[in-house]
């Protein structure tokens, strides 16, 4: 069986840097950033200046964070002429990046990124979604995010985000955990007492999650109104692999508790 190699992911709201106090203070959200001491961060409500380049790979507005490399997902402009949607923070190589537009008409538009990130040679699929409030919105969305999946099946992947599903009886993302598996569901929301799990995180293969939980320490809890959910994962790998692997462009096989499985650069196309 090949060495495997540790890998912390974590998925974030930061409600556009303003915390239950009502205070914009990205400082704080960078904190609560370092404390996760993720590999991969998927933000959502990330604000940043209209005027940065789309393809900038520099964690903007978070300027503090200097061991990322970032990929931006906007979905709308402000009153005050920001950017507003996801973001992807990195410690690993982006190898490409697509963002799939999931928003209905008439609706607070929506979207979510599709990063393939070379992980000391292992590509990793990552797909970070914010869902609408409504269930036929959802509906939608979660097929997209289901035709992404098929294309990048029997790959190493991890879909998280904001979800917004959490009424028994109406929820549109139990397709996902079908799809994937049912890990456990932390609750996130609201920071002063976490009842709701509307930030979610999937894995594939299932049985590569560790364990998932919720960031709940003090800085978080005054950073914004979601609690991070965080995820520790093992892929295969040399642990001790440098940050610059080289990439490699064929086909890897792989081996996780003896089944073979096989990762692959793949194109997402836009919706």
């Known amino acids: 069986m090949a060495d495997l190699m540790p890998l912390r992911v974590a998925t974030y709201n930061v409600h556009a840097c303003v915390g239950p106090d009502g205070r914009h203070n990205p400082a704080r959200v960078a904190a609560v950033i370092e404390e996760l001491d993720a590999d ?11 005027s940065v380049a789309l393809e900038t790979r520099t964690p903007v507005g978070l300027v503090m964070i200097d061991r990322y490399e970032c990929a931006l997902g906007p979905t709308r402009r402000t009153d005050a002429q920001e950017c507003f949607g996801n973001a ?3 410690r690993h190589p ?4 697509h963002r799939l537009d999931l928003s209905i008409e008439r609706r607070e538009p929506r979207g979510a990124l ?3 990130i070379d992980v000391h040679g292992t590509a990793l699929h990552v797909l970070a979604a914010h869902l609408g409030l409504r269930i036929h919105e959802r509906r939608f969305q979660v097929r997209q995010i289901l035709e992404y999946l098929q294309s ?3 790959s190493w992947s991890v879909v998280l985000g904001d979800f917004n599903d959490w009424l028994p009886g109406r929820s549109v993302v139990h397709v996902l955990d079908e799809r994937l598996g049912r890990p456990p569901r932390p609750a996130s929301f609201p920071v002063f007492w976490p009842i709701v799990p509307l930030d979610r995180i999937w894995v594939q293969p299932e049985a590569a999650l560790r364990r998932i939980f919720a960031h709940a320490t ?8 979601h609690l991070p959910i965080v995820a520790e994962i093992d892929l295969p790998g040399d642990r001790h692999a440098r940050h610059d692997a080289t990439h490699d462009e064929h086909d890897l096989a792989r081996d996780f508790d003896g089944v073979a499985l096989t990762t692959r650069r793949t ?3 836009l919706t």
């Not at 991969?40 to 209209?50: H, K, R, W």
């Not at 982006?94 to 990046?97: F, L, S, W």
């Open 94 to 97: 982006i190898v490409e990046v």
């Open 88 to 90: 992807l923070l990195t």
């Open 114 to 116: 599709a990063a393939t």
């Open 267 to 269: 194109a997402v196309r």
């Open 218 to 225: 003090a800085a978080a809890r005054v950073a914004s109104d």
């Open 152 to 154: 990048v099946r029997n």
């Open 40 to 50: 991969v961060v998927a933000l959502q409500e990330f604000t940043y200046p209209a």
